[in-house]
């Protein structure tokens, strides 16, 4: 069965530092990874979604994931940090429900901090 | 281009007393649609999702159900809400059922039952 594990629920990082938001997978098939983001009060957005092709996908907000097979990983990461970064962030992979529709798992997500 | 309504935004709610949460969706057809919580800590728990009019599958056994009159719009009711049911709503739809498809969600629904 196919699953998410975000490691840290609370990550605090200064405002220019380098952000790193973990996620490992866990899963049978080729998986299908995406980083949803919410702001407070807000529903999900995507970041960035993994498929097939490039395993270094860029998504938006400068944000970038690297999927590593050989470590069943696709952390989340970005160059510098921005106070309007602080938000939850959700690691999800897509699950074959039987050909009925995809399904989503998340993992319980990593709450960012930016501190000035 | 497509968008997704939920509301209300918030709602209190007394233990015992009914439910009703709308969702819809604009700018496309026969999308599939899903309801979700969020629990303070606890990430995102799929609870229901239909891939058409009155077709609706649970997900997690409990006090609510989902129902979908039309083809753009589902609902989530309880007949009488437990303290166990307060969280953050949220309805997604993504078109078709390819596996890399994207779920879209909505603002959400903040429901705190007292």
């Known amino acids: 069965a196919q699953s998410v594990t975000q490691l840290g629920s609370h990550v605090s990082v200064s405002e220019g530092a380098l952000v790193l938001l973990r996620c490992n997978y866990s899963s049978s098939v080729p998986p299908y990874l995406f980083w949803y983001v919410q702001y407070p009060n807000q529903g999900l957005q995507l970041l960035l979604k993994y498929t097939t092709g490039a395993t270094l996908v860029k998504g938006i907000n400068g944000f970038e994931a690297e999927f590593k097979k050989s470590e069943t990983s696709f952390h989340l990461t970005k160059p510098s940090a921005h106070m309007s970064d602080a938000a939850e962030y959700f690691c999800?992979?897509?699950?074959?429900?039987?050909?009925?529709?995809?399904?989503?798992?998340f993992g319980t997500g990593t709450l960012l901090a930016v501190q000035p | 281009s497509q968008t997704i309504h939920q509301w209300p935004a918030t709602l209190v709610q007394p233990v015992g007393s009914p439910l009703s949460l709308e969702c819809t969706v604009e700018g496309t057809s026969n999308p599939n649609l899903y309801w979700y919580r969020q629990a303070a800590g606890r990430g995102l728990q799929l609870l229901f999702y239909?891939?058409?009019?009155?077709?609706i599958s649970s997900e997690v056994p409990q006090n609510l159900s989902a129902s979908r009159p039309q083809d753009r719009q589902f609902i989530l009711s309880s007949k009488k809400l437990l303290l166990s049911d307060s969280g953050f709503y949220l309805c997604?739809?993504?078109?078709?059922?390819?596996?890399?498809?994207?779920?879209?969600f909505g603002a959400g629904t903040r429901l705190s039952v007292l």
């Open positions: 999800a992979v897509s699950v074959d429900y039987g050909g009925a529709t995809n399904k989503l798992i």
């Open positions: 239909s891939v058409g009019i009155g077709q």
């Open positions: 997604a739809w993504t078109k078709g059922r390819a596996f890399q498809n994207i779920q879209y």
